[in-house]
T-cell receptor, first 115, second 110 residues
Framework: EAQVTQNPRYLITVTGKKLTVTCSQN?????MSWYRQDPGLGLRQIYY???????DKGDVPEGYKVSRKEKRNFPLILESPSPNQTSLYFC??????????????FGSGTQLSVL | SQQGEEDPQALSIQEGENATMNCSYK?????LQWYRQNSGRGLVHLIL?????REKHSGRLRVTLDTSKKSSSLLITASRAADTASYFC??????????FGQGTRLTINP
């Protein structure tokens, strides 16, 4: 089954404790991206990657890191989480968003709480 | 910055009625897409309309696009309880991202 898999689904942590949210897709997609969703603010892009070893900042990259060492994986790293990073996070992928008329496939989300 | 803005923010109708949601955006686009989100789960793509198209249908969904007014609407006909969800418009203006609005929360009452 074609899918984007995120783990974990729920995560509670404390300020400053490094964490990684994993994302994997099995569709051989070139493009991957991370969004965060907050009430009243909608979805905002954190980082994206157009291909292996190519990553770029989105609208809200501060406090986050990503890597794209393999085409299928795109982990989101919070080196020193803070309470304002409490949010619902989504990984998404696409064949190539640089081409016209591509859609995004989303993971099920990771609800992160930073205490 | 938010590109698309949905209206209304919340909509509650009876099962069987039609639901209409609107989306406005600010800049030129390549296409506009609609997604559905069930209660905190991942977004699911519903339909894509290109900038040179004015109307598109998919099952009970009808999407219109007016590039002169920078607006789009999503019509769901003969609504069902399973249509209860949040609906988001997303615009592709290049720059390797889709920009999402804040969504319309649709409730279908039995």
């Amino acid at each position: 089954e074609a899918q984007v898999t995120q783990n974990p689904r729920y995560l509670i942590t404390v300020t400053g404790k490094k964490l990684t949210v994993t994302c994997s897709q099995n569709m051989n997609h070139e493009y991957m991206s991370w969004y965060r969703q907050d009430p009243g603010l909608g979805l905002r892009q954190i980082y994206y990657s157009m291909n292996v070893e190519v990553t770029d900042k989105g609208d809200v990259p501060e406090g986050y890191k990503v890597s794209r060492k393999e085409k299928r994986n795109f982990p989101l790293i919070l080196e020193s989480p803070s309470p304002n990073q409490t949010s619902l996070y989504f990984c998404a992928s696409s064949w190539d968003l640089g081409l016209a008329n591509e859609k995004l496939f989303f993971g099920s989300g990771t609800q992160l709480s930073v205490l | 910055s938010q590109q698309g803005e949905e209206d209304p923010q919340a909509l509650s109708i009876q099962e069987g009625e039609n639901a209409t949601m609107n989306c406005s955006y600010k800049t030129s686009i390549n296409n506009l897409q609609w997604y559905r989100q069930n209660s905190g789960r991942g977004l699911v793509h519903l339909i894509l309309i290109r900038s040179n198209e004015r109307e598109k249908h998919s099952g009970r969904l009808r999407v219109t696009l007016d590039t002169s007014k920078k607006s789009s609407s999503l019509l769901i006909t003969a609504s069902r309880a399973a249509d209860t969800a949040s609906y988001f418009c997303a615009t592709d203006a290049g720059a390797q991202k889709l920009v999402f609005g804040q969504g319309t929360r649709l409730t279908i009452n039995p």
